[in-house]
């Protein structure tokens, strides 16, 4: 396992909501991050689906990775919009996020989100964020 894999799965496992929910940091690398949620009954709403706050949990921590392996640790998630495309369903959530432009403080990015139903992967959300820098340089402007 390569070191910066190494690095953002233990960056998750500090993370006490990604523990609830149980998500893996399955795919690290220069700009790009995939995170996977793996479904149970406790993420599922009145209807069986994925609940809706779930995946936009996954968008969030996927965009902020992809955007933190550019930037730096010291990040958070400026915004995001997510457009739900179809309802979640099988047994894991995959959501995949690249950064599509940088500047020395902030990146753009991009995140779909599948649900990984008998086999089949099916696009189910898409999303575009900021990551923005924290830390010392922005408290230097305050």
Do not use: W
Request: glycine residues 10%; proline residues 3%; hydrophobic residues 40%.
């Amino acid at each position: 396992m390569d070191n910066l894999l190494q690095l953002g799965k233990q960056v998750l496992a500090s993370q006490p909501f990604s523990k609830l929910v149980g998500a893996e940091l399955t795919s690290f690398s220069q700009g790009r991050a995939e995170l996977t949620v793996p479904v149970t009954q406790k993420l599922q709403q009145q209807n069986g689906l994925v609940h809706g706050g779930v995946i936009s949990y996954a968008v969030d921590n996927a965009l902020t990775f992809a955007g933190g392996s550019v930037l730096g640790p010291e990040v958070v998630t400026s915004g995001y919009t997510i457009n739900y495309l179809r309802p979640a369903m099988g047994t894991a959530i995959i959501a995949r996020a690249a950064v599509i432009y940088s500047s020395k403080s902030r990146a753009v990015c991009r995140c779909e989100v599948f649900s990984a139903v008998d086999g089949k992967e099916n696009l189910c959300a898409a999303s575009q964020g900021t990551i923005a820098m924290i830390g010392r340089s922005s408290a230097n402007k305050a």
